[in-house]
């Protein structure tokens, strides 16, 4: 076996990793990338069909990435944020704002009453991002006259390893052996369509989309969960919680169009905050159409880049990483009104 493969079976823990199956084969060892394609120790090549897990999405080895990187890395390479401004921070947290707030027309801002977004606050992953977006709406909620704001989010959500994160997680195999860890937070179903457990078919087809009449039952529960924690609370819940269009972790399963319009109109209906986690989508990974105006007509005002957009939904907390740096470097934002 190869020197670094002995060294990553002696020392190395992989994560969502059986590691006695792991330690049974000779693991691949990678060396280099170069745009979709990774080297191993022994130099065969790959293609690299996951794009690194949903980071990597413009290529390894990016001429233009590794210019900017380089570039920074000769001035510095990282200054605190506390107490401190720095050059791309500034110049990066204009963007990002720009980039979220296209979307959504002045009149659709007037409707929701939803402020625009209007910072960024700037960590290192995915999970961060969210535990930054759920101690926003947690202070927001409290102070706000909720003592202990809950939180509600989709069935078979993922969104992230941390403790936040996955108390807001539902998918038992990575979450379940640390249920005592956690704190509570109250679940919806997510459209499933393909496996949709409202339909009673006996005997049970392949696919309920293709001759099953939908009712969007699923919404109506929704709704029903948001009345039933207002009349026993009286306070909203602190946010509702989701991964815009497609749930990745899950299987990636793809929500019908209209859904989320429909469901954050919902949630916005009992004056809950929104949390969009677009750690996977952000970053045109739904798409990088012309954005659509609610009723459907273009306005040509530019390109959209996040899966809310999609659907004119403007949430109050965006969490943003992993496509961020195109999988480069460990950073991620949360952006807030
Ligand atoms: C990957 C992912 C996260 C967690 O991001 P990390 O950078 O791995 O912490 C959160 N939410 C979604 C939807 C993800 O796909």
Aim: hydrophobic fraction near 35%; include cysteine; glycine fraction near 8%.
């Amino acid at each position: 076996m190869n020197r670094l493969a002995q060294l990553d079976h002696r020392y190395v823990w992989h994560p969502f990793t059986q590691m006695r199956d792991w330690l049974k084969a000779e693991p691949i060892v990678i060396t280099e990338g170069h745009g979709a394609m990774l080297k191993d120790a022994k130099g065969r090549n790959y293609l690299d069909a996951n794009s690194s897990i949903w980071t990597n999405l413009h290529g390894h080895n990016h001429p233009q990435l590794n210019h900017a990187i380089t570039r920074q890395l000769k001035k510095i390479a990282h200054s605190s944020a506390l107490g401190l401004a720095n050059e791309p921070a500034s110049l990066l947290a204009e963007r990002l704002i720009k980039a979220a707030n296209r979307a959504v027309s002045p009149a659709a801002d007037r409707k929701t009453s939803t402020p625009s977004l209007g910072k960024a606050f700037f960590s290192d992953d995915g999970s961060t991002a969210m535990e930054v977006a759920l101690k926003l709406a947690f202070e927001v909620g409290r102070r706000g006259g909720n003592p202990h704001p809950k939180f509600l989010s989709l069935d078979r959500a993922y969104h992230g390893d941390t403790v936040g994160a996955v108390s807001l997680g539902r998918i038992d195999l990575f979450h379940k052996a640390y249920s005592q860890l956690l704190f509570r937070t109250d679940k919806t179903p997510a459209p499933y369509c393909y496996r949709c457990p409202y339909n009673r078919a006996k005997p049970e087809r392949a696919d309920a989309r293709s001759y099953r009449k939908c009712n969007e039952e699923c919404l109506d529960q929704l709704e029903r969960t948001f009345a039933r924690h207002a009349k026993k609370n009286r306070k909203p819940y602190g946010a509702f919680v989701f991964e815009p269009l497609i749930q990745g972790a899950a299987g990636m399963i793809a929500q019908p169009d209209g859904w989320l319009r429909k469901a954050t109109d919902i949630a916005r209906s009992f004056g809950t905050p929104l949390i969009a986690d677009e750690v996977m989508t952000g970053f045109g990974r739904t798409g990088t159409g012309e954005i659509q105006k609610a009723g459907g007509a273009s306005r040509g005002i530019g390109q959209s880049l996040f899966a809310c957009d999609k659907e004119s939904v403007r949430p109050d907390y965006v969490a943003l990483a992993k496509g961020m740096t195109g999988g480069y470097l460990p950073l991620a934002a949360t952006l807030t009104t």
